[in-house]
């Protein structure tokens, strides 16, 4: 069985930092695209970074120098390292995975981040 289990969201002051982590099972890790996207109130889902199965990270304008993702794979994890935050970085954070025209994509529940004072 697949699943995807966010962690490491809470409540944080604007510039501050935290780690995010996504312990993943029931695929094979090593071949998958993951990817984490957030959602904040009234607003719809969207792409938040992504890490490819060779290492290639990708990250939209907004996060770009704040944001890191990195991928264990012998732990079948990825983590979200977020510096500098901001209030509009507020969000359920989700991760998910995907293996290109073969498998998924696959999803978590979602961590909540809130960035506020």
């Known amino acids: 069985q697949v699943q995807l289990v966010e962690s490491g969201g809470g409540l944080v002051q604007p510039g501050g930092s935290l780690r995010l982590s996504c312990a993943a099972s029931?695929?094979?890790?090593?071949?998958?695209?993951m990817s984490w996207y957030r959602q904040a109130p009234g607003r719809e889902r969207e792409l938040v970074a992504a890490i490819s199965s060779s290492d290639t990270a990708d990250y939209v304008e907004p996060v770009k120098g704040r944001f890191t993702i990195s991928r264990d794979n012998a732990k079948s994890t990825v983590y979200l390292q977020m510096n500098s935050l901001k209030p509009e970085d507020t969000a359920v954070y989700y991760c998910?995975?995907?293996?290109?025209?073969?498998?998924?994509?696959?999803w978590g529940k979602g961590t909540l981040v809130t960035v506020s004072t």
């Open positions: 998910k995975g995907l293996r290109y025209y073969i498998d998924g994509p696959y």
């Open positions: 029931g695929f094979t890790f090593r071949y998958y695209t």
